[in-house]
């Protein structure tokens, strides 16, 4: 983990407080400032420090080229900070455009400028704090703060999360005069102030067409495959997260395929709850396991391990991730079972946990902005078949087109009062999904009120690449520092991504197929049922066997919320005892009640345990 101190003077204490956070009082961390005396930096120095001519680089994550990068720069080894340094001599503010890898990289320049950088698609944060001429710069929020940065945090952040209305791609953070690096982005601090450098836009991607349909699978299955040979080259002993999906079995068959045998790639996988019900929606699969396990006897070469349930919930050790991360993140209600996975990859001695979570943006995509599309285009044949093989979809043809087809091209005002006609319960979706008071969420009704599926494939990229600047990387940090082990996303190999996001629609939906680039990279990888299988996995099937035993304790957390000044005013405190008081016998996926019961009351009771936290209270 890096810091740096930049400029000055700091606090006396300053840099040993930013050493211990940096470590989340795990003993202490290893720095080195050498006679660098405005530019101070903390972090293992032989991982992450490289210095070339006058240019002086943190590096955090890995850069994928840097062989490349050193041949070309002859440079005698491929040190990534010192790459990253050498790059910057040579390109300058054109550096990142010649790197590859998943990164956050701070630099003091030749003139003692300060320049901080994030890749694009998926990077550790970085956060960062100026202030008469001192600037202090982290992946870590509690380093921020270590170095006397105030503690000022913003609640209408935290409002916005909670409401959907994300502020992805932004550089205002979490806490009042604390800015972060949107991904793709370089910032500078120079004599002339603070420049913003959005050097990475995905408008300028170029499109991939062949004349042949199979040379998409082929060519997205060799960069699938040198992605795989990358992600291993950072690591000695990893582990996967293995789902029932297509996209971690695709990742996962490209690693061993990498892997020389007798070698064995550990898979680690996940089950509900023991009491869950059995109940899931239709179209979806709860359990995933028998299909993991299938996949792994497939393969030959999966070392396959289950989770424990018992380590799960929307609030599973959420304190200390929030302890580690410093900021609210909804999606945390939502990755419960996930603790099991990293509790027991890294019981087992790995090193690294990969995942494929760029999967469903990329090779997996479904492409359901089809359904716009082709209707645009003519092409009803291409529609018809899309829609009449949609998993759990009972409607009729009509009723389908009419929904995701035509619907989502009409005014915002009129697909808004259409479908409170059609669905009265959905007239209100900040109300449905967030719990938060009509106060909270008068401002913020557009983004709920008007959720629809992609409407070209324009708009889904660049949708992807802002909700990827989300607090994920921060939820992702906080695992690794939780458990110590790394994680690495295969599908995030930025050539990948790009390759994929440049495709035509009907390499993902045609021919009555959705995930249809998947299925046939999956051809010999995966079992043939499960290459073909129409369900996708439900996420958290097993709330109600979680949720139902901690009902009167979740009924009495809410009497707690009524005492506080802000969260009672922001929560919608007589719904959420209402949905408490009116508790299912069964597990229950229905919009107007099951999902807020599901998504809303646990994500508002994690951001209610982030207020406290925050405010440092432990009377919540």
Known sequence: MIAALHGGPFPDGARKAVARALTLGRGAARDSSGALTDFQWLGPAGQHFGRFGPVCALVQGWIDNAGDLAGQLELADA?????????????????????????????????GSLRLARSPWDAPPLYHHHAAGSTVVSPLLRAIFAAGVPRRLDYDRVIDELAYVWRDGEERGWYHDVLQVPLGCAITYGSSGRRLDRWYSVDELPQVRFADDPDYVEAATALLDEAARKALATCRRPAI????????????????????????????????????????????????????????????????????????????????????????????????????????????????????????????????????????????????????????????????????????????????????????????????????????????????????????RREVIRNAALQANGPAADVHLAFEQLYGLRR??????????????????????????????????????????????????????????????????????????????WLSETIDLSRMRDLLERWPDTSDFSWDEGMSRAMALPRIVLAARFIAIAEGRNDL
Not at 508 to 533: D, Y
């Open 241 to 456: 997260a293995l789902s029932g999906g297509l996209d971690s079995p695709l990742a996962a068959a490209a690693l061993t395929q990498a892997m020389p045998e007798p070698q064995r790639l550990t898979a680690v996988t996940f089950a509900p709850h023991p009491d869950w019900d059995g109940i899931a929606p239709p179209g979806t699969i709860g359990d995933e396991t028998e299909v993991a396990r299938a996949f792994a006897e497939h393969n030959g070469q999966i070392e396959l391990h289950e989770a424990d349930p018992q380590q799960g919930g929307f609030d599973f050790r959420a304190d200390e991730m929030f302890r580690a991360m410093q900021v609210y993140a909804p999606g945390l209600a939502n990755v419960g079972m996930m603790h099991g996975v990293w509790a027991k990859a890294a019981e087992l001695g790995c090193d690294m946990l990969f995942t494929a979570d760029l999967g469903n943006q990329t090779v997996s995509d479904a492409g359901r902005w089809a359904y716009v599309e082709y209707a645009r285009r003519g092409k009803w044949g291409e529609l018809g078949k899309l829609l009449d093989a949609r998993a759990g979809d009972s409607r009729s043809m009509a009723r389908k087109i009419a929904a995701l087809s035509i619907l989502s091209q009409l005014p915002a005002a009129a697909r808004r009062m259409l479908r409170g006609v059609v669905h009265p319960e959905r007239r209100d979706m900040t109300a449905l999904f967030t719990l938060l008071s009509a106060r909270a969420r008068r401002e913020r009704r557009g983004a709920w009120n008007d959720v629809t599926l992609g409407r070209s």
């Open 79 to 111: 040190h990534p900070a010192r790459v990253y340094a050498a790059a910057l001599v040579r390109w300058g503010d054109d550096a990142d455009r010649h790197v590859v890898g998943n990164y956050a990289a701070i630099a003091e320049l030749a003139d």
């Open 488 to 565: 690495r996303d295969v599908m995030a190999y930025r050539p990948l991504v790009e390759f994929c996001l440049g495709l035509p629609t009907e390499q993902f939906a045609s021919q009555g197929v959705e995930r249809r680039l998947a299925r046939r990279m999956g051809k010999g990888r995966l079992p043939e049922a499960h290459r073909l299988a129409a369900a996708t996995g439900q996420h958290n099937v097993d709330w109600h066997a979680r949720l139902t035993p901690r009902r009167e304790e979740l009924l009495a957390y809410t009497d707690a919320l009524a005492g506080h000044p």
